[in-house]
């Protein structure tokens, strides 16, 4: 059986948005004090890694929408407020469901420039590869909010039941609730 790139594509970005949507909601029910308290980790807070999250997800989807930024080097805060964020990420999410559900096969290998500074020189990635590198990031940091979330008053939601059949009823009414049933494994050709 040759493996549907695209589709596999579709499942991983599906578990994406709905671990961002999970784990944005049980930080929610933190108060300030815990959500925004200094912690140790790349961005110095749950609030500071998940901004990471939503403006690396900004950046990629600039690049690959052709408008490659040049790294900035500032991993400081962007968005100042929980509202903003949650704003924000769900903004992201939806674009970048628009840009993956835009796309056939055949846009999969096209090469798109990420980067071109005297530091790393011309960067050109196929769009797969790029894709898979935000994905993973987004788990890697995702990852990072779960063990800081895991030092709080609020235990950490289960965030690995996206993708296989087995979990199907413990994700159907977030997966509804996105529209994202024909991105789930059963909808791969």
């Keep these: 059986m040759a493996i549907n790139v695209l589709g596999l594509l579709h499942v991983q970005a599906a578990n994406h948005f709905l671990a961002n949507q999970r784990l944005m909601q049980a930080c929610l029910r933190l108060d300030d004090s ?57 903004e992201t999410d939806d674009a970048m469901r628009a840009y993956i559900g835009g796309l056939s096969d055949d846009d999969l290998e096209q090469e798109i420039l990420l980067h071109e500074t005297q530091r790393w020189g011309r960067v050109v990635e196929p769009i797969w590869a790029i894709l898979q590198h935000v994905l993973a990031h987004g788990t890697h940091h995702r990852g990072q909010i779960h063990d800081m979330l895991s030092q709080t008053s609020i235990a950490p939601p289960q965030l690995d039941e996206f993708i296989l059949r087995m979990d199907r009823e413990s994700r159907m009414a977030e997966v509804d609730a996105q529209n994202l049933s024909g991105w789930m494994i059963d909808a791969i050709n």
């Design 34 to 90: 815990e959500y925004f308290a200094a912690r140790p980790s790349f961005f110095g807070s749950i609030h500071g890694t998940f901004d990471h999250i939503v403006t690396t997800d900004q950046r990629y989807l600039s690049r690959l929408g052709g408008t490659p930024l040049p790294p900035t080097g500032d991993d400081g805060v962007t968005y100042g407020t929980r509202d903003a964020l949650i704003k924000t990420q769900r």
